[in-house]
């Protein structure tokens, strides 16, 4: 590896860490977490103000698993327990339907219910919160709660009718298919139960069979049953930030299976997006585009979300791990680039959210119900372990 990439690794390992450690964590442990009713609030304006009291079950997991997988694999500090602690409770007292089991979408201040969607992914990031926390405390009911939330994730997706229908025509969907690979990798970590490695085998052989499409060199976002494209506008969906986590949570998977076929499959798919998302006339990556070029329905087609540069940042150091190709350090390096001088607020804590094309600040709020602690500081803290790793195998 050459010199100057070795030194951009070491930079931005420490730069990372730094990030991390002294502005992201501590800024929603600060302003978010709820010292009355426990958990945590996310819609905070640019300084920290709380715009709304709702709260999101989403990022009652997701902010549990963050603080608990910074405190795993970058400092041992408290603070950062206490956090993931007092959302794991708050969802344990407040978020889970007692009928059904299924976990709410948002919640009151104090807990009362506010709304149910027909996703699981509020259930998804409990589940991996409970099994981080679980690793964190070395605590063996959290894992074998997150196991048994697990089972109860396949069990409202197999059943038919527990969850009423996104539309009226039967389809197959990416997002739910893929993040059944990362909940149940999180969960490896603390259980050996045999159905977490049979479904990410499952959702692996569904990505390749159903949602790659060679002839767009793409990932569709939804398909027939069999895998065909849809000749809609929705059907034609390409959605870059989320093909482009697939292929990093295949490229991990490959490593902790030592599977040459998904290490694969992870490059393939990261080539693809990466080409499909990355604007060559602004930087960063584009929210949606269309696998026919079609112009996108979605209101937010060219817009530049914090979450998909994230994405960007941690599959191009896994594909460099992958492939030892210098051409991805350089991709990672210009994707670090751009999402640092354009989300990190240069006059405040935490970092925007939303931009628009050309990367100017679309709002500056730093929280709402979908965007919190969870897709940057997973960066921040993977991006840290990822380039200490090239830079002790390569050295």
Known sequence: MATFSKTILENNACWYKNELVSNIL???????????????????DRDGNLMDSTKSVWFQGRCAYSY???????DKNPKWLEVAKSCIDFIEKHCIDPQSGQLYFTVSAEGKPLRKRRYVFSDCFAAIAMAEYSK???????AEKAV????????????PGFLEPKSMEQA??????????????VLKQVSDDPVLDLQIKESVDAIEKYFMHPEYKCILETVTPEGKMIDTCEGRTINPGHGIETAWFLMQAADVYDNP?????????????????WDKEYGGIINFRDCRNFPPQDYSQDMKFWWPQCETILASLYAYKATHDVKYLEIYQQAHDWAVSHLKDPQGREWFGYLHRDGSVAQNAKGNLFKG???????LTLATVLCNQILKEYE
Not at 26 to 44: R, Y
Not at 172 to 185: D, E, F, K, P, Q
């Open 26 to 44: 501590p800024f929603w442990a600060e302003k978010g977490l709820d010292t009355i009713n426990g958990g945590m609030f996310t819609c905070l």
């Open 136 to 142: 964190a405390v070395s605590d063996s009911t959290y």
């Open 68 to 74: 608990s997988y910074a405190y795993n694999n970058i």
């Open 373 to 379: 602690p969870f897709h940057i500081p997973r960066m």
């Open 172 to 185: 197959r969907g990416h997002s739910i298919t893929m993040i059944l690979i990362n909940v149940a990798m």
């Open 148 to 159: 048994e939330m697990f089972k109860h994730i396949q069990y409202m997706l197999n059943t």
């Open 261 to 277: 076929h998904y290490r694969e499959l992870g490059v393939k798919i990261f080539d693809w997006q990466y080409e499909w998302g």
